[in-house]
């Protein structure tokens, strides 16, 4: 049985999810590839900016601020 | 003697590379000392820096490579590291090393880097740099088995603590000696990728052979797998068209294939750095929140977050208004001694005047800027350091989004407004080269603090002393406050126009790394803070100092002189006199000898006004006559659509090097002598008294506000100018400042003058 899966921007503050897809094949997606948001790897929401754009993320051990049109990019399961 | 005919040593060559916010140029600066020479890789705007190694027994020249995230060969940044490594670019020979720098605490992200540059046929030497704070990062790393997997040797180091160095330094020159052993193919990430990945990349490479090409492997992978990649465009353009047509199909079979392109490779490289640092790179997998996350959630938090970033601004601009005074008054008090020292010494003329308005002032406009230049970038360089710049660009991106810019803008931005030079040289902290561009062409827009002062003076001469609310607002502070913020309000449609048709192109990513927070090491703050002066002394300064000597000579010359310098040195004689006269003198005084003292002084005086007069008026008419002068007059038909005449042209024009410079000029056309500041109330009077031929007074509300209105938008400052050819490494951009922002002022003051003219 699969999971439901949500865009990454709609993780709320402190919850955690696994990278299912990264849409895409453009400059966009090929940078979020390259740093390390790859299928598979956890990702979990630390906080958003004041003015709700952009929102920081922990991924492979570092944090990564994201801007919503990138976050939308990505696609996730909610871990259990 | 004996070697004098030996041949000289041949330079060897290393590479420094690695991914952005490694403490890179902390380690170039380990490596080389301070003294890296800058330039520009041919064809492109990108940065050359190279410096030589210390303490080395044979020559070694070190090139820091631009900070990528990868080698995916997209910007013009990535595609210079590529071919330097390559050994692909013109008039740069390839590096013997490659020296690879990585974040200690974050090895695994770092590690994608170098699994491509582990591709490019190259020994290499690793670098864990920041090494002090693995351990307080939870992190514990097996640098030996690193190694070991490699077959590369792994120094340690924390560059910004000068740790490590030596032991690198040391290995550099083993390498250079024993070339250290190439990787092998299946030691690489590339072994990784698909099997119909590879046997299109041998098909490809056989179709360039064929057609008498020699592509590394590293080059055939990125014409496969970038879409619109550097290597595609210059193989297009070096006479091959056909190559797109090769790929486009290549990449079809490969879809069939199942090889998603570009996903497979960082997929295949990201498992080729699991495998590698699998149980050599251990994190203590928690939970809990770090201590920086916890700092995190309150500066970045809502109210909180907001609250403290405008405290840290509040303090920044603060602490640069605050503690620049005072060396700025110094400097200009300084500058004051040595002129009258010189006037001491040497009589009226030529010399004189070339030494105390043009040398003197022009050293004075350069130095000026040094005490706030040295504030904000320390400033800068603590806020980087720590961490905390960042998270500013973090809580200010929304709203900079809005101009199609990013955060990171947000911080050189407010600094134009204390002075675009220090502003233009904050825009470094920008990665993305079009964001920077922008920013920094519409940094001179915000209103600096040379402005204020030309406001101030035609606020007050010529704007009515209106008051409303009960005496609360007063008109005079909204017309200062509307000057302030023109600058601003017209760079936001212009910037809008700069990225829409000057820098267009893809979409702008804002993906941004948030390092944990730390305490700012002192040897970096050094650094940048003397980087940045000596690289405003040396580059711009050295111009600002040649415009000044232009303009002065301009406003001198052709004028003959010999009357004027005969009427001031008939002045300083009549000064001394009074300061003898006036000097209490140790013997007693009688009533009469007092009285005659004083019938003295007040017939000194009279003479003295009498000289300055006489002074005044040669000194506007010298100007008039001068090379200035004449050039003004030749722009009055320019210039009388904005309301002015030509004595404001004049001024306008010698205003171009320094605006500020305005006041002091139109205190000589109008004949008060030089000495003026922007509060005196004879300069008010003879500008207000200032008529056309036909008797209508020169300026009025109209005319103020044109000139305003020009001031706020025209690029009147060589330091600026300057700048950005520094900064962009070439005089377009100067040129084109200059030319849209005086067409701009134009446009403004005519719109602003045509409005108002009959409403006054």
Redesign the interface.
């Known amino acids: 049985m699969t999971l439901p899966t949500i865009r990454l921007d709609e993780l709320g503050q402190g919850e955690s999810a696994i990278i299912v897809e990264i849409l895409g094949e453009d400059v966009v997606a090929s940078r979020l590839m390259e740093m390390g948001l790859i299928e598979e790897e956890p990702i979990s929401m630390v906080g958003r900016a004041p003015m709700g754009d952009p929102t920081e993320y922990a991924v492979r051990g570092y944090r990564i601020s994201l801007r919503r049109n990138e976050s939308t990019r990505v696609i996730v399961r909610k871990e259990p | 003697m004996l070697q004098a005919h030996s041949a000289p040593k041949p330079v060897r060559i290393v590479a420094l590379i690695g991914n952005p916010n490694t403490g890179k140029s902390s380690l170039f600066n380990a490596l080389c000392g301070m003294n890296a020479r800058v330039g520009n890789y041919p064809g492109v705007t990108v940065e050359q820096k190279v410096g030589r190694l210390s303490g080395s027994s044979e020559p070694v020249d070190v090139i820091d490579l631009p900070g990528t995230?990868?080698l995916?060969a997209?910007s013009a940044d990535e595609a210079v590291a590529v071919n330097v490594l390559s050994g692909d670019l013109p008039q740069q020979a390839r590096p013997e090393v490659a020296i690879v720098i990585l974040d200690a605490?974050?090895i695994?992200?770092n590690l994608?880097l170098f699994s491509q540059i582990f591709e490019l046929g190259l020994p290499v030497i690793v670098v864990l740099n920041m090494w002090d704070r693995v351990s307080s990062?939870g992190?514990t790393v097996n640098a030996e088995l690193l190694s070991q997997r490699l077959g590369v040797p792994i120094v340690c180091t924390s560059a910004n603590k000068r740790q490590g160095i030596d032991q690198l330094k040391k290995v550099i020159e083993q390498t250079l000696l024993a070339p250290a052993p190439i990787a092998q193919p299946e030691q690489q990430a590339r072994a990784l990728f698909p099997v119909p990945f590879h046997l299109e990349a041998k098909r490809l490479t056989e179709w360039l052979e064929s057609k008498g090409r020699k592509p590394t492997t590293y080059q055939v992978d990125r014409l496969l797998i970038d879409?619109d990649g550097h290597f595609q465009k210059t193989i297009c353009q070096s006479g091959l068209p056909d190559i797109a047509e090769q790929i486009d199909e290549a990449r079809v079979r490969l879809q069939s294939a199942g090889c998603k392109?570009?996903?497979f490779e960082?997929?295949s490289r990201?498992a080729w750095v699991r495998k590698l640092i699998d149980g050599a790179v251990v994190?203590k997998e928690s939970r809990i929140?770090s201590p920086?996350?916890r700092i995190?959630?309150w500066l970045?938090?809502?109210?909180v977050?907001?609250l403290f970033?405008i405290l840290i601004m509040f303090l920044v601009f603060q602490s640069i208004t605050l503690f620049a005074k005072l060396p700025m008054d110094g400097i200009q008090w300084l500058q004051s001694q040595a002129s009258s020292g010189v006037e001491a010494v040497l009589g009226p003329g030529a010399l004189r005047s070339l030494i105390v308005d043009g040398i003197f002032a022009g050293v004075g406009g350069v130095v000026v800027f040094i005490p706030q230049i040295a504030i904000l970038f320390l400033f800068i360089a603590i806020l980087e350091d720590c961490g905390y710049m960042?998270r500013a660009a973090?809580?200010m991106?929304?709203?900079m989004?809005t101009v199609g810019l990013s955060g990171k803008s947000f911080l050189p931005l407010m600094s134009s407004f204390a002075c675009a030079v220090p502003g233009i040289m904050a825009t470094r902290t920008i990665e993305n080269r079009k964001d920077r561009m922008v920013t920094l062409l519409i940094a001179p827009l915000m209103s600096c603090s040379a402005r204020l002062p030309v406001y101030v003076l035609m606020v007050s001469a010529f704007v009515p002393q209106t008051k409303y609310a009960g005496g609360w607002i007063s008109l005079q502070g909204i017309v200062l406050m509307l000057m302030q913020s023109l600058g601003a309000l017209v760079a936001i449609p212009v910037a809008w126009i700069l990225k829409k048709f000057f820098f267009p192109g893809?979409?702008a990513?804002?993906?941004?790394?948030?390092?944990?927070y730390k305490w700012p090491s002192l040897i970096v703050l050094y650094q940048r803070v003397w980087e940045r002066l000596v690289a405003f002394v040396v580059r711009a300064g050295t111009l600002i100092f040649c415009t000044s000597i232009l303009v002065w000579a301009a406003a001198y010359f052709p004028g003959d002189h010999r009357s004027l310098d005969a009427s001031v040195a008939t002045l300083e004689q009549l000064h001394s006199e009074k300061a003898k006269w006036t000097s209490p003198t140790p013997t007693k005084q009688n009533d009469d000898e007092r009285l005659k003292v004083e019938d003295l002084l007040v017939e000194n005086q009279k003479a003295i006004d009498e000289v300055q007069e006489e002074v005044n008026r040669q000194r506007s008419n010298l100007i008039e006559t001068s090379f200035l002068g004449m050039a003004g007059h030749r722009i009055e038909p320019l210039v009388k659509p904005l309301g002015w005449d030509w004595k404001i042209g004049v001024a306008v024009i010698a205003s171009f090097p320094a605006r500020e410079v305005i006041i002091a000029t139109l205190g000589t056309i109008y004949s008060l002598g030089s000495e003026q500041d922007e509060e005196s109330q004879g300069l008010q009077e003879q500008m207000r008294q200032a008529e056309w031929p036909d008797g209508k007074p020169v300026f009025s509300l109209a005319t103020a506000l044109s000139i305003m209105v020009f001031f706020a938008l025209c690029a009147q400052c060589s330091a600026t100018l300057m700048t950005i050819r520094r900064e962009t490494n070439s005089w377009r951009w100067p040129i084109f400042s200059f030319t849209y922002m005086t067409t701009l002022a134009y446009i403004g003051a005519w719109l602003t003058y045509q409005c108002f003219r009959f409403w006054s």
């Open positions: 995230y990868s995916a997209r605490a974050n695994e992200r994608y990062e992190l879409t392109v570009p996903m960082t997929k990201y994190r929140a920086s996350d995190d959630r970045t938090h809502r109210w977050g907001m970033f960042a973090f809580v991106d929304k709203l989004t893809e979409p990513t804002f993906l941004m790394e948030l390092h944990s």
